[in-house]
């Protein structure tokens, strides 16, 4: 299952899974020596039952069941969009709600196990008002895990942005804790000064958190339904360890909107 | 202070925080976010806190019932400027087609809903029907329908694919092709060689895979080809005053002026250094993937709106740049980026034009025809389409061996997959983790090459893992053509000096995103003179982007 934003559209269609139409192509024993033209192009029946194939992706699909069910008479399709034009003294440019992070290592197992989760998608499953209600549960089978691990997905980061993750990962750690019976946390991070400094003792301190100052290295499932198996390396020593579920920190990314929009009006992103 | 207008982008926690401070001051506060709702509760970042205070709300009590704030929610800037201090915005306010003060939260509407997706809102962890209430701390309704499917967004030109698509799933394959055309001047060209980010985005992909939109596109030109209909392009009536130079006869330039002339410019001359137009496309992409024929036609329907193209005039030689600015009200720069990168190593100066030529000229002088010894074995260095394309043209040109050279794997080659794929499938043999150290001679010509080779070390800035040589592993290859594919450079020289541009260090122009306008007045650039070496869809799109430019600003000239 994918979970990377925008890229999100399921519905049930009869004809899936049908693969697409590969384009003809002249042998290559027709090519050399020679400059002609190597794809054929689509003939006619081939080019109308792939163009069938596309969903005509929208969201809303018009079918007016919600407009037929809705008692209040609350739904309403002919209220237009609307354009203004304003005028302001001052603008401030915060960084909205997209939540976006850099790419993380393929070998992080992100986007190839549904149980291996962001920090920022932990965090939506830890809120009261989140998906599951505040409860920490696998997107893989919806079991409660035993075992949790944090990893860091940016080793190379700044240490301003490391400190932050590192904190994040302690809250989200607490949070799950006392949420979860017989959880266990496991945070593995390269550390920094200044969280050795002013953090690490009293991480230490939560009951049922683990921490690890190493560098995560490969989250793979060796076998289905087996738990999650990480590899990771702790004073130059590579160990393995399984999990139930996975919460790799990221590091946040301003979108490309959004700095566009700051170098315009030359006011930084706050 | 209290007549003060502040504007606030971005409806997060920090956008929330901000919002009422500034309200506390005095301001007219206005909140635009793009989502349908204000941002939730997010966990402190700053320090270690406890289980019950972990999460930090946003006070959306107080910001949605502050006198002194509107909130904008599902609405995007469109347009905004700063001038003279003031901030002027165009705001697009979705509708959100749920009345909330009607709504009774019912969720009856959920309930129907046949459309499945994943929740934007709690980060894809759970599903959605397509009429929701997105943040339930807000718990205001809305319907989400798309301006733009994901296709439609990844398109550098945002062609509406799903309505070309859709049209030849009906049979309407001409009325498909005059939808490609609305934005698109070039359908059959690009519909061969462009390397279809809409396919990359395509939702089907999670179903099975991806529709095969550009061939798609291409199946819409060939329709009209093979059944003889010579288009025309229509202008309109009432034309517009104002006289446009264009330099290069590439992507961009053409599409620039296309779309000049669909708003009624008539003055439109595109001044193109080569004998022949298309720009990399004829001299760069090779006729066995676009047939010239083919691309001449398509030139000559956008010549034939009232588009003089005048060949063999290279600014800087035949005509000064400062005459063509003196003699035109605007000027769109499309020159491209028409010079091979050196390797520098030892001996590529002294065999150069004897054994070693750059993939730009190799692929120009094979487009245009120039005699060429093919005996032997040519080497091309490089993992790009252009190193690709070399090989391939090298191939059929009949030198007996043809090799790619490059110093990572094929993981890392940033040619297309099915490029890569053709090449080796024709015969093209690819040495991978490898790189030049010097290029050897016999008798005043290229006999071979001094290679060493690699192995991958840590990720650098471009994500791949960058290439180390192996100390000591150094060999001999013999070779009689070396053809450096490793990456094109733009060429300015023909500005002249003391121009007044900014040239970044990339040694392309600075140009605004939106209008393609450079720091000069009226003179505008696009494709890859701006962003370096880079697929044609996304210079046609600058294209575009610069005529809407340029007819602003003779407009408000």
Redesign the interface.
């Known amino acids: 299952m994918?979970?990377?934003?925008?890229?999100?559209?399921?519905?049930p269609?009869d004809d899936?899974?049908?693969?697409?139409?590969e384009?003809p192509e002249i042998s290559?024993d027709e090519?050399?020596?020679?400059?002609?033209?190597?794809?054929t192009?689509?003939p006619?029946d081939m080019?109308?039952k792939?163009?069938?194939?596309?969903?005509?992706?929208?969201?809303?699909?018009?079918?007016a069941?919600?407009w037929?069910?809705?008692?209040?008479?609350?739904?309403?399709?002919s209220?237009?969009?609307?354009?203004?034009?304003?005028?302001?003294?001052?603008?401030?440019?915060?960084?909205?709600?997209?939540?976006a992070f850099a790419?993380i290592d393929p070998g992080l197992g992100f986007g190839t196990h549904a149980d291996v989760?962001?920090d920022?998608?932990f965090?939506?499953?830890?809120?009261?008002?989140?998906?599951?209600d505040g409860m920490v549960v696998s997107?893989l089978d919806g079991q409660i895990p035993s075992r949790l691990a944090i990893i860091q997905g940016h080793a190379g980061q700044d240490d301003e942005h490391l400190l932050?993750?590192l904190?994040?990962g302690?809250?989200?750690a607490?949070?799950a804790?006392?949420?979860t019976e017989n959880l266990e946390v496991t945070l593995v991070s390269p550390f920094n000064d200044g969280f050795k400094e002013g953090?690490l003792k009293?991480?230490q301190e939560v009951s049922g958190l683990r921490l690890i100052e190493g560098a995560p290295e490969s989250v793979v499932r060796d076998q289905e339904n087996a738990p999650l198996s990480l590899k990771y390396s702790e004073n130059g020593q590579r160990r393995e360890e399984t999990f139930d579920l996975v919460v790799i920190l990221t590091r946040p990314e301003i979108s490309k909107e959004?700095k566009?929009?700051s170098r315009?009006?030359?006011t930084p992103i706050? | 202070m209290g007549d003060r207008k502040v504007l606030i982008v971005g409806g997060g926690l920090d956008g929330v925080a901000a919002a009422l401070e500034k309200a506390g001051t005095g301001a007219h506060v206005t909140v635009v976010e793009k989502f349908p709702s204000l941002g939730a509760e997010r966990i402190t970042r700053d320090r270690i806190v406890g289980p019950d205070d972990a999460f930090v709300n946003p006070d959306l009590d107080k910001v949605r019932n502050h006198d002194k704030i509107r909130i904008l929610t599902y609405s995007e800037l469109k347009k905004v400027n700063r001038d003279n201090g003031k901030v002027s915005a165009r705001i697009l306010k979705r509708s959100l087609r749920v009345d909330n003060t009607k709504c009774n939260d019912c969720k009856a509407c959920i309930r129907v809903c046949p459309v499945n997706m994943f929740d934007d809102f709690d980060e894809g962890l759970g599903f959605r029907t397509a009429v929701d209430y997105f943040n339930p701390a807000t718990a205001g309704y809305n319907i989400f329908k798309e301006e733009m499917p994901v296709c439609q967004r990844a398109c550098p030109v945002n062609l509406d694919i799903r309505t070309y698509v859709g049209q030849i799933a009906d049979g309407k394959h001409l009325d498909s092709l005059a939808t490609i055309r609305e934005r698109l001047p070039l359908p059959g060209s690009i519909g061969r060689v462009c390397p279809h980010p809409c396919e990359t985005a395509c939702n089907r992909q999670y179903l099975d895979e991806p529709i095969s939109i550009c061939f798609l596109k291409r199946f819409a030109a060939d329709v009209e080809l093979s059944q003889g209909i010579e288009p025309v392009y229509e202008t309109p009536d009432k034309k517009l005053p104002g006289k446009i130079a264009i330099i290069g006869a590439g992507p961009a330039g053409l599409t620039c002026a296309y779309h000049l002339a669909r708003q009624g410019y008539e003055h439109i001359t595109i001044y193109e250094a080569l004998p022949v137009p298309g720009g990399y496309l004829w001299v760069g992409i090779p006729e066995y993937r676009l047939p010239k024929k083919l691309l001449q036609r398509e030139v000559d329907l956008i010549a034939n709106m009232g588009i003089d193209i005048q060949y063999n005039k290279r600014i800087g030689e035949d005509l000064s740049f400062e005459e063509l600015r003196k003699n035109n009200d605007a000027i769109f720069i499309g020159a491209g980026c028409h010079r091979g990168l050196k390797l520098r190593v030892p001996g590529e100066d002294e065999y150069e034009g004897k054994g070693i030529v750059d993939c730009v000229t190799f692929l120009r002088d094979q487009a245009l025809g120039k005699p060429f010894e093919t005996k032997g074995k040519l080497i091309v260095i490089g993992g790009g389409n252009a190193a690709i394309d070399s090989a391939r043209v090298g191939w059929r040109m009949g030198f007996d061996e043809v090799y790619i050279l490059y110093r990572r794997t094929k993981k890392e080659m940033p040619a297309n997959s099915w490029e890569i794929d053709a090449a080796e499938h024709e015969g093209v043999i690819l040495q991978y983790l490898a790189a030049p150290v010097e290029i050897l001679g016999k008798d005043g010509r290229v006999s071979g090459m001094k290679c060493i080779k690699m192995e991958l070390g840590e990720p650098d800035a471009s994500g791949r893992r960058r290439p180390v040589p192996i100390e000591g592993s150094e060999y001999v290859i013999d070779a009689q053509t070396i053809v450096p594919a490793i990456s094109q450079g733009t060429n300015l020289e023909f500005l002249g000096e003391d121009h007044g541009f900014e040239i970044n260090r990339w040694n392309t122009f600075d140009v605004d995103e939106e209008t393609c306008a450079t720091n000069i007045p009226g003179v505008f650039a696009g494709g890859d003179v701006v962003t370096g070496p880079d697929i044609a869809i996304r210079a046609v799109a600058a294209g575009k982007r610069a005529a809407e430019g340029i007819h602003e600003y003779l407009r408000s000239r």
Do not use: H, W
Request: charged share 30%; aromatic share 6%.
């Open positions: 994918i979970y990377e934003k925008e890229k999100r559209y399921i519905i269609f899936v899974p049908s693969p697409r139409a384009m290559v090519r050399r020596g020679n400059f002609v033209e190597v794809e192009g689509f006619e080019a109308v792939e163009a069938k194939r596309c969903l005509s992706c929208r969201r809303c699909l018009g079918c069941l919600c037929a069910e809705c008692e209040p008479e609350a739904i309403d399709f209220i237009p969009d609307e354009e203004l034009d304003l005028e302001f003294d001052e603008v401030v440019i915060t960084k909205g709600q997209d939540n790419p989760i962001t920022i998608q965090e939506r499953m830890l809120s009261p008002t989140g998906p599951t997107p932050s993750s904190i994040l302690v809250n989200e607490i949070i804790l006392s949420k953090f009293e991480a959004m566009a929009l315009r009006l030359d706050q």
